[in-house]
């Protein structure tokens, strides 16, 4: 069916996960006609189905902090308008610090973000005890805290999403492959399908670790790595409750929180060049993970790992993502959310949504542009967990 015209629309978005969902949606509400092209058999995101729900404020940098709080006023217009609960449970959010070289660090951030509004908190050794019973943290020295963070339930977000893009007619191409893009005196002209062609000036990379393939069919480079992690969950325990704040321990890459009764944990695998397009589990990293989370949690030593999955953060050098324009006339990017891309997903497609239709925005989000990396810009992030 090569060369056959299957649709004409305003829009293509290559991508349905989070991102590629979130700019649909903020696209077609501002009346454009919109089609999503995704590869797998189902919508979601080959990497928001496998995320594990955290969605958090405390971050170092303003863009990031920034985007955390729209994202939040974003959920709540969305539940506003679905008539839907998005179930976000505020059980709050931890970082705990067990090396004295992160304190200085720790300390500014809660700072600073303190400054930008986010309730953020240092606890005490004794309030750090009594928060996280079953798990060690007798060597901490610091924790920071958010009492308004917490995990999100990701199926029912992307469900609303869903059923909000149906409700706007925009049409969801799953099992279809975008190939190839072709341009026409510098402009966008068609999306080139496994299966036919689709006419459109505007295309959305919205491919979260694959971006950078995509950036290829228009001879761009996208500086996004794929880097593979994985979280398990075990069997349920007994002395876990869905109110017990999400816990990473910043200086060794473990994380652990509430997940259908059992520990969800991760820990965070220094980053490799990967050769692979599909996630999966590196054993010897996981042997490694449970040992850690063993000694971090001893009551996890005869528990039972129900389940478990990789998948890949979207990483860029700076820890922010690429949100605008880039090469020919027409194309733009919603990618590289280095791991935090279910906090920051109705932020950026709404943003994007704006700067595609030229409506004003009223946040500087000029440090998410394609173009910083064509400048030497360094700018301060942290918590990269
Ligand atoms: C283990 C793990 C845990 C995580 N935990 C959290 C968390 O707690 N909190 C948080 O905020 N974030 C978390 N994240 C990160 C978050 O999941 C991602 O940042 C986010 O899902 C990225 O969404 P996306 O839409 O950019 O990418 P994706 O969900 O990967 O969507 C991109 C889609 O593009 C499609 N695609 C690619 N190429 C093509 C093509 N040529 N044609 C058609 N379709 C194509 C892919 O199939 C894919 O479905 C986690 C990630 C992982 C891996």
């Not at 969801?172 to 399908?193: A, G, H």
């Not at 943003?351 to 946040?363: F, N």
């Amino acid at each position: 069916m090569a060369n056959t015209i299957i649709d004409h629309v305003d829009a293509v978005i290559i991508g349905a996960g989070i991102m590629g969902l979130s700019a649909a949606y903020y696209l077609s509400k501002q009346g454009l006609k919109v089609c999503i092209v995704e590869r797998e058999s189902y919508i979601g995101g080959y990497t928001t189905m496998r995320c594990a729900g955290g969605i958090r404020q405390q971050f170092s940098s303003r863009e990031n902090i920034m985007l955390s709080m729209l994202n939040r006023e974003m959920m709540h217009e969305l539940e506003k308008e679905s008539h839907c609960n998005i179930q976000f449970n505020p059980c709050g959010y931890a970082f705990a610090f067990t090396e004295e070289k992160s304190l200085n660090e720790a300390e500014e951030a809660v700072k600073f973000q303190r400054e930008m509004s986010v309730n953020a908190q240092i606890l005490s050794s004794r309030q750090t005890a009594k928060m996280f019973g079953n798990i060690r943290v007798d060597d901490v020295l610091l924790t920071t805290y958010c009492r308004d963070d917490g995990l999100l339930n990701v199926s029912m977000l992307l469900g609303i999403i869903k059923k909000e893009l149906y409700k706007q007619n925009v049409k969801i191409l799953c099992d279809k492959t975008v190939c190839d893009i072709e341009t026409k005196n510098e402009k966008i002209n068609k999306v080139i399908l496994d299966e036919g062609e689709i006419e459109t000036s505007i295309v959305v990379n919205a491919a979260g670790p694959f971006a950078k393939q995509i950036g290829q069919m228009t001879n761009n480079s996208i500086p996004i790595e794929p880097s593979l992690q994985q979280v398990w969950v075990t069997e349920p325990v007994s002395w876990i409750s869905k109110d017990m704040p999400v816990i990473i321990f910043g200086d060794e890459g473990t994380g652990f929180h509430w997940e259908s009764g059992g520990v969800l944990s991760g820990y965070s695998r220094p980053y490799r060049k990967e050769e692979v397009s599909f996630a999966e589990i590196d054993l010897d990293w996981e042997i490694k993970h449970c040992k850690k989370a063993i000694e971090r949690v001893p009551d996890l030593y005869d528990k039972k790992l129900i389940s478990k999955w990789a998948g890949f953060y979207e990483t860029t050098i700076d820890d922010l993502p690429i949100v605008g324009p880039y090469g020919p006339s027409g194309m733009y990017c919603i990618a590289g959310f280095n791991g935090h891309g279910i906090t920051h997903g109705l932020a950026c497609g709404y943003l994007l949504s704006k700067i595609i239709t030229g409506k004003s925005i009223d946040v500087d989000i000029s440090s998410l542009s394609y173009f910083r990396f064509h400048k030497a810009v360094s700018v301060k992030t942290g918590y990269k967990i």
